[in-house]
């Protein structure tokens, strides 16, 4: 074999391969490093923790028994510590403390709370200790001890209390979906058909036609709707009156009694009574509730599907405005301009958006798009529904309208790449067997640039899934009422605010009155942005792919 010497081995570029190598490969582990650890923060909050019940003698000397869940531990420096346990031992340096999630905020006034590991004493794992999950206020750490029912106790021995809470919860569970869905659809949709009527009425009357018969017929409709809204708020005081029927008798760890309104309560569980494979199929529903469900308490509890249904429709309208609009850019520089000084300075124009900062993007889609052609709208289609906006307020078409302006540029820029490399000889074969320019670009030039074409719609929604900072002057709200999507003409509801899950992150992490609650899901939800963004970035990652094996005999 022969040898070669160490300057021929730099002269071959040896070194510079392995060097490049290195970083990707550190690239690599630093980005799926990174995946793991917010994937873990993330979904591992929602497993059940055993809860722990232990004496805590402060430094100070006072006994105080705490039941709740154990979730981080740190080591401390003692000085730190001193300004609020001034017992702490002065030779003592570092110290190593406890996060335990207590809960029980509408009693002891904090969720959390941290305590120092060497004053625990005689911690043990009582099968009875339950978390109640609540619609208000966070989780309750306790033990069932009766049952109420309008007010009154029924007698029951404590083993009789866990199998009668678990019949009444589900019974409140049902009541609470029945009110919801009556407040939601029902009356959602009158409340809708009643707006849609009352602008009708207010454009007749704009355009001096509200005649006699016209106010009879709004006079009927009113009744029928006053009728129907009267017999749905019949319903729900029933159900009012039937989910607040069962209450709950808890005991606090300190001997303190607490009553819980069943129909207020999410699910109870006794995480250190319950096998492995019951807390996997409650880990599994707890999952299925942050994907699916809504959010609740200032965004702390619940799920994140309106904000997901808000990131992807987002996503979707954009696409359908930029791809036309950047192809049809791409193929008039790269087919039909004379290539001068202009088309260069358009180039370097448009490549120059492509730098400029999101935010001002915003800016601009506010004034533009909000202000003068919503506000333009408004006063020539709508203007019934003055003084209260249509189209001039922030919403879901004009957040896709400026995302697309701040994609259009990675969208034409690879268009024109790849028109670029199909072979001059394919249009010259198109055009001498009769086809004209327009029929040879449709059917030969454009199915042959389609990868490329995909390939700046990928890179468009990885850049506009993640984007937060125009959103939130153009149509992200922090919770939104309504879906841009229901069941009410037209069903698609382009002028409606939305969710979107970069911001839900950012007023999660910034925005909430209970940060160490909020932590974790700060964590979830950034690990299922990552992931709607592959999922979107896949699915145009297979239709490139098939259309470039569909095209790539033609290429050669």
Known sequence: MMKVSARQWF???????WLNAGAVAISMTMVFGLLGFIAVKGVSHFWPKSLVEFDYTTPEGKVEPILGEFLDRETVSAERLRQTHVALASKVEFVERVQVKVGNRDVTGRDFRWVLNDYITAPRYPEQATVFERREWGNFYGYPIGILENGQPIPASPEDVWPMLSERLARALALHDSIRTIEVSEIGRVNYEIEKWRLKRKAHELNHTYTAERQAEFAAQQARFDTEYKTLQAQLRTLYQEIKRD???????????????????????QPNNMSGWAKALLYVERLREFVFDEPREANTEGGVFPAIFGTVTMVMVMSIIVTPFGVVAAIYLREYATQGPLTRAI???????????????????LGFF???IGGSIDQVFYQESLPSPMFGTPGLLWAALTLALLTVPVVIVATEEGLARIPRAVREGSLALGATKAETLWRVVLPMASPAIMTGLILAIARAAGEVAPLMLVGVVKLAPNLPMDFNAPFIHLERKFMHLGFHIYDVGFQSPNVEAARPLVYATAFLLVAVIAVLNLSAVMVRNRLRERYKSLEH
């Open 370 to 372: 909000v202000y003068a």
């Open 11 to 17: 002269r071959q570029g040896h070194p510079w391969v």
């Open 247 to 269: 209450a709950l008798v808890v005991e606090t760890v300190d001997g303190q009694q607490k009553v819980l309104e069943v129909g207020r309560l999410v699910r109870a569980y």
């Open 347 to 365: 180039r370097i124009a448009v490549n120059n958006l492509a730098g400029v900062p999101s935010i001002v993007y915003g800016v601009f889609g």
